[in-house]
């Protein structure tokens, strides 16, 4: 069954979530790339609040068209880029989720099972579907100092697709595909004497 979610999430309702849950995220989030988490990383004193929010692993293709910002294309990127970051902006910034694909490492396992935070996959090539889920642009942060496609973009979102694959006991969907996988493709080996 779906679960409905709305931002700001509170930590009992992401303390809820568990890994295969399926959810529509509506609400506010914030997307932020590579440069985005190295700001945030290295400035905690920042003109928007991110608690009990969500940070989107995306760098948005925007148009602005008769002074209103357009979203055309908002897939995810691969989330493991920004390991080095996310468990302090989780920890500094209060987030209750992240959204991305490939899943996180270790430190921001451990950090959204301290803190209470869930990272939700959501769908590799999609990206203009993804995009229609977005409402509106509320706003841009860095512009100037990041570029388009790095700046912090914050959408209002309306059932934006994706599966909990971190949850905030530290279970974690893509390490146990991972193991599952290797020991399938081992078991076939074995068996079909490619060794």
Aim: hydrophobic share 40%; with cysteine.
């Amino acid at each position: 069954m779906t679960k409905k979610i709305t931002t700001p999430l509170t930590e009992k309702v992401v303390r809820q979530l568990k890994i295969g849950n399926e959810v529509l995220i509506s609400g506010k989030i914030f997307t932020a790339r590579d440069a985005a988490h190295k700001y945030l990383f290295e400035h905690k004193n920042i003109p928007i609040s991110l608690q009990d929010s969500i940070i989107y692993h995306c760098g948005p293709i925007i148009v602005k068209k008769d002074g209103k910002w357009i979203v055309k294309a908002a897939g995810p990127t691969t989330s493991i880029r920004d390991e080095l970051y996310e468990w302090k902006i989780i920890s500094d910034f209060g987030l209750r989720g992240i959204i991305g694909k490939g899943g996180m490492g270790e430190k921001t396992v451990n950090a959204c099972k301290t803190f209470g935070c869930c990272y939700f996959q959501t769908i590799g090539g999609a990206a203009q579907l993804l995009a229609s889920k977005v409402v509106k642009v509320q706003n841009v942060y860095l512009l100037e100092k990041l570029g388009a496609t790095e700046a912090i973009w914050e959408f209002e979102i309306r059932d934006f697709p994706a599966i909990v694959t971190i949850d905030t006991n530290g279970n974690n969907m893509h390490v146990d595909i991972k193991k599952r996988s290797e020991e399938v493709c081992f078991n076939n080996i074995i068996k079909n004497n490619f060794l």
